[in-house]
Structure formats: C-alpha cells, structure tokens
C-alpha cells in the first residue's frame, strides 16, 4: 500500500504495536542467534528511539514545496539522562558523514544522542541537538564554570533525493526535537519511518530496521542491539540466506524520474549498543563487524556508499566523571569473540528486517520504489531448500 498523503502533515512515530506487521523472522527466513524479548536495539536497558516522519504531496517535484518523503531518527544511549558513554566508530566507505566522530576518536566518550537523517539536513539537525542538549541540561558544565557548555553532536546521514525534496531543507529543528523529545524505551517503529522514510536498499523500499542478540559470558547474559538506516546495494547482488534473491527477482526494479541506469549507490548507517562492559578500542573493534553482516546481504561498500557504523556500551556508568578517578571493568578481549559474531548476527537482520517493513513509496515526479515482494522472496528460499516445503 503507498502512503500518499497531499497535504503536509507531520507524523511522530516513537512505537508501534509489536507483531502488527511481520518481520524477517516470522516469514521463517533462517536466522541465528537468540534474539532479546523485541529483537530491537531498545533490547539494550535505558536505550531510547524515537521518529519524526515527514510526507507530504505528491507529483512532480517542485523544489521547496515537495514532495516530501523525509525525517529524523534519534537514538538516546541512556534516554534522558545526562551520563556519557564509551564509543567507537568505523568507517568501511567514506561517502558519506557522521559528525562528532573525531571527538569519539579523542575522547572514547559519545556524549549525547545519535541522529539519523537525510544528507542535506545533516546541519540543522545537528545545530538542534545542541540547542536541545542546552535546553534540557543535557550536559556536564566544566568545574566551577557552570556556564561554559560545548557539544560535539553525533549526526549521520543517508541519501533520500530519489524519492524526497532534498533541496527543499524540509527537516526542521522541531522534528529533531520532537524525535528527541518522544523517543521511548520498547518497540521500535521499522521501514518508512524518521531518518528511514525515502530510503532505498538493494532497489527496494528500504529505511529504518533493528535486531539484537543475547550472548553468554563467564555465565553472565549481556545484550546487543543494532539499529540500521537501509539505503545502499544493487538488486543482483542482494543474498538472503545464501541465495542470489537479486538475480531471481528481475521485475519490480524502481521507476525512475528522470530514467537512470541501475548503479549501486547509496549508504548505510549502523548503531551498535551492547552492555557488556567494552572500552572505546573494544568498541572500536565491535564496529569493524558491521560490514560482516551486510556482506550476507550482498553489499560491499562501494564507491559512491558511506557505510559508516558506531557502537558504544551502556555499562560502566560515571566513566566520564570530570574529577574522580575511575576505576572501569571491561571483557577480556579473548572472550569478545561472541560479541563479534552477535554485531554480524544483528547487522544482517536488522537489515532484513528493514527490507521486510518497508511499504511500496512513490516521490518526487512519481518515482516509485517497490516494497521487497515477501511471498516471491519466501518461494524463492524454498526452492533453494532453505525453508522447507
């Protein structure tokens, strides 16, 4: 079903009714792992998600007034409160951005919110989420200079101008604020929504997906979430469960306006959060397994992607307490191995997850991106012998 809407409305989507619609795992698409009780970054205790998803109008492109098929995604490592946490982030292809990543390179600290949205609007929401940390007290003032305050937001972006006004700057200050302000522990809204909504993966709808995993270590049960922003692959090389899906699947390819030739394109964002107790190289070394999962899939980071992932642990709180000395526990690196393997795990169907969500969009000058037909996908693993008959 395409979701039209000809006057300009905002929508705020924070959840969702968990099992409204089906995810990767209820078509019985062959996962490993063992999920948390939502199968979402919100898994993760004290992690908080939220959405502005903006659509509106619909027809040919006229710039400043839409169509518009564009928003935010917020993602609150400890929601509201104030309380830094230690990060890592990589990048597998650098066309793309995601600010504040040179200070988690310096410090080890991520130091508020991770925003999502599309390219050109990198700038306005990353000037919110100061505006906001500032408003809301979301900071730590220097020892005696109460009001000496900086912020260095995390804000990363992918590409929506197939299907979206980019140039028409449609995401304001108020809809980062309101992804902020409504982002809620629980489950989280997948496809068309927030950063998510003019996303296209492997030349389906793509968008906004989740997953996690709970893993055992030295008989204590720690979880990993992930959180994707789907908007990279070709069709021929989309993989599901070892099978070439893309090659089989020749028909449904977008409708382009102006008319191009396939090219792959595009980029993904992956959020990785964990509370097992991982230092900022650790963590460093969580992100470098996000490429793993996407390569089941079939991407392989090329030239004209910006795959670019963050991770960072909810454990050790306090850690970045500007007077004390901090005495932090972490895992042994010998024993990370299982987080690595979860951070794929997670990736993958977070992924699919996003691919299944996703509904059939049409934008700007009637561009249209088809919905991954799930039925023929189901048809097709069963005659791989990856789902019995």
Known sequence: ??????????????????????????????????TGKLNAITDVKGIEVGHTTLISGEGKLVVGDGPIRTGVTAVLPRGKKYDPVFAGWYSLNGNGEMTGTTWIEESGFLEGPIMITNTHSVGIVRDAV?????????????????????????VAETYDGDLNDINGFHVK????????????????????????????????????????????IDSTTYTLGV????????????????????????DQMPLWDPIRSEEDRGSIIVIIATDAPLLPHQLKRLARRAPIGISRLGGYGSNGSGDIFVAFSTANKEAADREKTQQVEMIPNDKMSILFEATAQATEESILNALVAAETMVGKNNTTVYEMPE???????????????
């Open 1 to 34: 079903m395409n979701r039209i809407f000809s006057i300009f409305i905002t929508i705020l989507i924070c959840s969702q009714s968990y099992g409204q619609k089906p995810r990767a795992r209820d078509l019985g698409i062959p996962l490993d792992g063992k």
């Open 130 to 154: 100061v505006e906001w940390q500032f408003k809301n007290k979301h900071f730590d003032p220097l020892p005696n200079e109460p009001d000496i305050f900086w912020a260095l937001p995390v």
């Open 173 to 216: 200050k108020e809809h980062a604020f309101s992804a902020l302000n409504n982002a809620k522990s629980g489950v989280v809204a997948e496809g068309n929504v927030g950063g998510g909504t003019g996303m296209i993966c492997h030349l389906f709808k793509g968008g906004i997906g989740t997953s996690s995993r709970e893993v055992i």
């Open 227 to 250: 959180i994707v922003q789907a908007n990279y692959g070709s069709r021929k090389s989309l993989t599901i469960a070892g099978v070439p899906v893309g090659k089989e699947i020749a």
């Open 375 to 389: 039925e023929k996908v189901i048809e097709i693993l069963k005659k791989y012998g990856r789902i019995k008959k």
